[in-house]
């Protein structure tokens, strides 16, 4: 069993409402939280945004891959903006060589590559490629600098108050932290805003140049669970991460 942050997002569909904060306290839980081994969790409602129940919302925790959630909806937000393409062609910079991420997920990107935003997305999205996102951070804002800082900012605008991003990839990094409750806004505002490129997390497998990845979201495989995303995180630092997304039938 994971023993760490989970989080889950039970996905109502036909839904359109905002994120609103107001109300969540344990008082307004709807069930009792059970006994889950995780050191944070939640369960929200997609169609109203009320957490169902959950322990431990706002506790500060490292988000490993967790962070490649926020880095693909800004790369999202940024194609429905207009401003890049999936079309694009990006160059990989030595910044983004798979091999500067020895031991990690990678898309296994070589510099000097001519790589679509699309591929690059589902490089991230489904094979959780760290080399990916530095690929899509200079592409969308010249630099990782720069594109980190929009990460804040959207998380800003969210009101994800536990969250803050110092790079795009989610690997060990002191002062990165998110918390289940931000995940939740988060993901539901993914659903919301880019629900073309949030589709691409029920992708089971992408195959970039002769390597095919799976998901390693191993929920996708169980149809029973009606999962349609979304991603599965580890570093040393957070320990084992999921965020998950369930349609009701």
Do not use: C
């Not at 994120?19 to 009792?32: G, N, V």
């Not at 991420?101 to 296994?108: A, E, L, N, Q, R």
């Not at 998380?155 to 994800?160: F, K, L, Q, V």
């Amino acid at each position: 069993m994971l023993k760490t942050l989970k989080l889950y997002v039970y996905r109502l569909i036909f839904a359109s409402f905002l994120i609103t904060q107001s109300f969540y306290s344990h008082s307004a839980y709807l069930l009792d939280p059970p006994d889950i081994e995780a050191k944070a969790w939640v369960l929200m409602s997609y169609n109203t945004g009320q957490i169902i129940t959950g322990d431990n919302l706002h506790k500060p925790l490292a988000p490993a891959s967790l962070t490649k959630i926020m880095t693909t909806f800004v790369v999202g937000e940024e194609i429905k903006a207009g401003n890049i393409q999936l079309s694009d062609m990006v160059t990989i910079s030595e910044n983004a060589w798979g091999k500067k991420f020895p031991g990690s997920s990678k898309m296994f990107l070589n510099v000097g590559d001519s790589v679509s935003v699309e591929d690059l997305l589902r490089g991230v999205i489904v094979s959780s490629g760290n080399d990916a996102t530095v690929a899509l951070a200079e592409h969308v804002a010249g630099h990782q600098s720069a594109f980190i800082k929009m990460m804040n900012q959207y998380a800003e605008r969210y009101g994800m108050k536990d969250s803050y991003f110092t790079n795009p990839h989610g690997l060990d990094s002191d002062n990165q932290t998110t918390s289940a409750f931000d995940m939740a806004i988060l993901t539901r505002a993914f659903i919301q805003e880019v629900p073309d490129i949030y589709g691409m997390h029920k992708e089971k497998s992408f195959t970039f140049g002769d390597i095919k990845q799976g998901n390693r979201n191993a929920l996708l495989w169980d149809e029973t669970l009606h999962m349609d995303g979304v991603k599965t995180g580890y570093t040393k630092q957070a320990g084992y991460s999921l965020v998950s997304s369930a349609k009701k039938w």
